[in-house]
């Protein structure tokens, strides 16, 4: 939302995203209505400070629109103008979703570095058993079995042992980022702190997320 303020502090000019933002004023309120009067009551003193200001600020508030609590970015700047007159230009952003979808990443970043930290904290139980399962299909199927047996793939002839590998990774990373998943919280569950998550201001899919992306 843009508005420039006459010296009375009063709304000159404003584009359309100030009539949507203020959307319980008519347009026709908006043009020479007092700035202040757009305000709820409680941010009046705020609002005041800064269009009294001399310099540009930029300040956060909330503001409350159709029912809806918003988080508003506020800037103030003089306009240069050869007259006596006094102009100030004002831009109103709202930055919620922005906020919100930081928030969301704080989140995601901290349920995936404690799922991290979990698996790092008892690697003889997360990283040990894959590797030997691991190491026990390579030694039997590629070593014992079928040790110098070649199979053709799309027209190339390759070692079994080379056609092995990445599906043995695979199913490893697939299998062990499933077991830690489910584990996680299982034990979360069964020593109920499942519930201080569950509690959280987080989004469901989030706390899904961070635990599969912890377990991978």
Known sequence: ALFVLDSGQRVAIHNPAAEQLFSQK???YLSGCPFLELFPQELEQKVTMMVESEEQCRESLFFSSDGKRLLLEFTLTPLPMESAESLNLVLIRDISEQKNIK??????????????IRILRIWPQTLIPPVITTSLYFIIFGEILFKNKTITVSGQTVEYLHYLIPGLIVMAIINNSYTNTVSSFFISKFHRNIEEVMFAPVPVPIIILGFALGGI
């Open 26 to 28: 008519e347009a026709d």
């Open 103 to 116: 928030k969301q990443i704080i989140a995601l970043t901290t349920i995936t570095k404690k799922e991290i």
